[in-house]
């Protein structure tokens, strides 16, 4: 079983920035590609960025591409989300997703069902 533990949000005016972190527990943290998806009032939850076990290859939804990053630090069981340029249509709750794959090379999917363990969220508002 793999907790996931997010931090990081808060309240930021419209083109500010904000750095989301995940830290992971229960399992050998490599072997999970690691993501965020968002979901704001009244909308279906999205996918937002994943990133690969070994860190060497990500995913970005075509709204935030130019605008977030995603790393991981596998030392520290640990991913991170930098969100500049904020919009107002950022504003959502966060989550942490990690999701069993057997290539450390390989995404293998941007869907909810790809990934099987979710953190809490973090609520993102940004202002305008």
């Known amino acids: 079983q793999v907790q996931l533990v997010e931090s990081g949000g808060g309240l930021v005016q419209a083109g500010g920035s904000l750095r989301l972190s995940c830290v992971a527990s229960g399992g050998t943290f490599s072997n999970y590609v690691m993501g965020w998806f968002r979901q704001a009032p009244g909308k279906e939850r999205e996918f937002v960025s994943a990133i690969t076990g070994n860190g060497y290859s990500t995913s970005l939804a075509d709204s935030v591409k130019d605008r977030f990053t995603i790393s991981r630090d596998n030392a520290k069981n640990a991913i991170f989300l930098r969100m500049n340029t904020l919009k107002p249509e950022d504003t959502a709750v966060y989550y942490c997703?990690?999701?069993?794959?057997?290539?450390?090379?390989?995404?293998?999917?941007?869907?909810?069902?790809?990934?099987?363990?979710w953190g809490q969220g973090t609520q993102v508002t940004v202002s305008s």
């Open positions: 997703v990690a999701g069993r794959r057997a290539d450390p090379w390989v995404i293998g999917g941007t869907g909810a069902r790809d990934y099987e363990y």
